[in-house]
Nanobody, 122 residues
Framework: QVQLVESGGGLVQPGGSLRLSCVAS????????MGWYRQATGKERELVAE???????NYADSVKGRFTISRDNAKNTVYLQMNSAKPEDTAVYYC????????????????WGKGTLVTVSS
């Protein structure tokens, strides 16, 4: 059974930094794409950033130049470094993984973590 567990959320002041981590577990051999989505109160879930196994990132326009996504394939872990945080970054951040090769075969569907809350406020 594949599980994604996020950590690193919390309260950060405007202009501050925060680093989110997400570990995928469950007899995983490889993961094609890992990423971060967020959902603010009253809004739909949206892509923040994603990265493929080769390291190619994709960012939402709203976070380009401020957030950096990275991954450690050996640890099945993805990170999100959040710099120059803004109040509009406040949301629950969800880890996503898709295209998993596991001991039971290929799993193409999306897998989600339970989310970690990030609050940007003074």
């Amino acid at each position: 059974q594949v599980q994604l567990v996020e950590s690193g959320g919390g309260l950060v002041q405007p202009g501050g930094s925060l680093r989110l981590s997400c570990v995928a577990s469950g007899s995983i051999f490889s993961i094609a794409v890992m990423g971060w989505y967020r959902q603010a109160t009253g809004k739909e879930r949206e892509l923040v950033a994603e990265i493929n196994s080769g390291g190619g990132p994709n960012y939402a326009d709203s976070v380009k130049g401020r957030f950096t996504i990275s991954r450690d394939n050996a640890k099945n872990t993805v990170y999100l470094q959040m710099n120059s945080a803004k109040p509009e970054d406040t949301a629950v951040y969800y880890c996503n993984a898709r295209g998993l090769v596991t001991s039971i075969g290929y799993l193409g569907m999306d897998h989600w973590g339970k989310g970690t809350l990030v609050t940007v406020s003074s």
